[in-house]
Each structure stands twice: as structure tokens, then as C-alpha cells.
């Protein structure tokens, strides 16, 4: 500034009406540099946004895909097995069914009405498990473990499996917004967190923990595929976020057999779930953050 007022008396020497702008353009390129650097940052970053997600959209689509292509798989299982009323074998394939579903729950609200036709709960109908409109894998978990019979739930269990099959075209057309990706990561740990680990979802079998640890597993995905963008942000939170997952898949394991399976929800303590809720909370907490890390929209 110093500079440009040193010249000033020169410049009228030389003439009130002649035009400088080479004097002034400097100095004025000089204010915004020093005035506005973190808007030009701002600007790049959101310019260059597109293209750092871009890829990381396109193989999270790729994992929704090969999840739902397993979960139309193992739900014709699933229906062969009720509609068989074989309920030994079609309480053994609910869960794993369940599981692929859930792992790509992040993103349900991308598919709404979907969502409602195959993970309804009774809560939803004002004649709970009576009313003639609830459907979908938790009507038929309740025929299972309940009413211990399936020829009730017969044309459900053909339902159920269109649904999923009309969900696996469904995404094969989808877009998938970034902000709803990363931001159902959130939701979802969220929900788990506050609702799931009173053990409302599969208040019939009890296999929650076959869901909880299904949607870790579905939100760490999304947290691994943004992973570089996270970094880039705050190199931070990506090892905190992995501490986070890891404690929890640290707990989850200590319920887990050999086979796999979980033992059932109803065996584990008020300790035992206040041990699960603590680092869901935190890792719900860490994930809210990501959508204004990267300058994603609501």
C-alpha cells in the first residue's frame, strides 16, 4: 500500500483525466489475494469436488448392486424355505438374507416406498401384526418365531421377493447423490444407536445383531470409498473413524460363534447394550460431520 501511495503525486502530474489501470491492477490484485484466500480455496475445492467424488459414487453404486444381486439370492432361498413351511431352515436363512439388505440401508431413502414394502414394521399399522397390509420380512419373522407357521404368509413371501428383485432394478437406474450417501451413513448409525438397540426391529427372533452388525459394515464401506477425499479435508478423522469401527466390530465379535451367527439379542444384558451404545454414539457424532467436511448440501 505504501508503494501506490507514492506514486499518486506523479500520476496527477502526468494528468487528471489520462487512465492508469496498469498502476492500479496490481495493487487491486494484490488486496483480493491478501483479502480473500480462503474464498479462492473454497472455490477450487468446490470446482475439483466433482471429480474427486465421482469415482468413489461409482463404486459405492457397485457395492449397492452386488448386495442387492446377493440379497435377490439368498430371499428366493429364504421364500423357497417358508413357502416349503420348512421353518427350521427359513429361520436359519432370515438373517443372512437380512444382512444384505442392511448393509446398503445408508442409502434407503433413495428407494422409500421400497424400503417400507420390505422392512415395514408392525408399528407402522393400527392393527399391528393383524393388519392385512403389513408385509415383508418382519410379517414373516413374526409368522416364524410367533405364529410358528407359514401358510399364512405364503403370498407375503412371494411379495417379498418381487420387492427385492423390483429393488435390484431399480438400482441399477438410480442416482446416487453424494450428499445422501455420506449423509446416510450418519442416519443410519444414528437410528441404530437411539432406536435399533432397544431391540425394536426383530423384536420376534431377536437377531439384531446380525442387523448392527450389518449397517457398521455398510457405513464403514462408504467411509473407505471417501476415504482420500475425508483425509483431504481433516487427515484426522479417517484413523478416528476407523478406532471407531474397530471398537465396535471388537464388541460385535464377542457375540459371534464360529458359524458366524449372533447369539440372540434377548440374551444380552442392559450392560451389554449400554457397551454397544456408547461407541455407536461416537461413531454417529464423527460421521455427522462428514457431509460439511466436504461441502456436501443437505
Known sequence: MKRTLSLLPLLLALGACQQQPSAQAPAAETAVSQAAPSEAVAAASSAAAPAALEQALAEYKKYVQEQTDV????????????????????????????????????????????????????????????????????????ALWVEKDTKSVAATADKLLNDVKSLQAEIANLDFPAEKVVGGAAELIEEVAADKITGEENRYSHTDLSDFQANVDGSKKIVELFGAQIAAADAEMPPRLQQRFAELDS???????????????????????????????????????????LGLGG
Open 71 to 142: 440379497l435377490v439370492r439368498d430371499t428366493e432361498a429364504f421364500v423357497t424355505a417358508v413357502k416349503a413351511g420348512d421353518l427350521d431352515k427359513a429361520k436359519a436363512l432370515y438373517a443372512p438374507a437380512r444382512a444384505h439388505y442392511e448393509r446398503i440401508e445408508p442409502v434407503a431413502s433413495l428407494f422409500e416406498e421400497l424400503d417400507e414394502a420390505i422392512d415395514v414394521r408392525e408399528d407402522d399399522f393400527k392393527l399391528k401384526t393383524k393388519d392385512p397390509a403389513f408385509g415383508g420380512f418382519h410379517r414373516i419373522e413374526y
Open 251 to 293: 464388541i460385535l465379535a464377542k457375540y459371534r460363534a464360529q458359524d458366524g451367527s449372533f447369539a440372540t439379542y434377548d440374551k444380552l444384558s442392559d450392560a451389554d447394550r449400554n457397551a454397544l451404545k456408547t461407541p455407536l454414539n461416537a461413531l454417529a457424532e464423527d460421521l455427522a460431520k462428514l457431509r460439511g467436511l
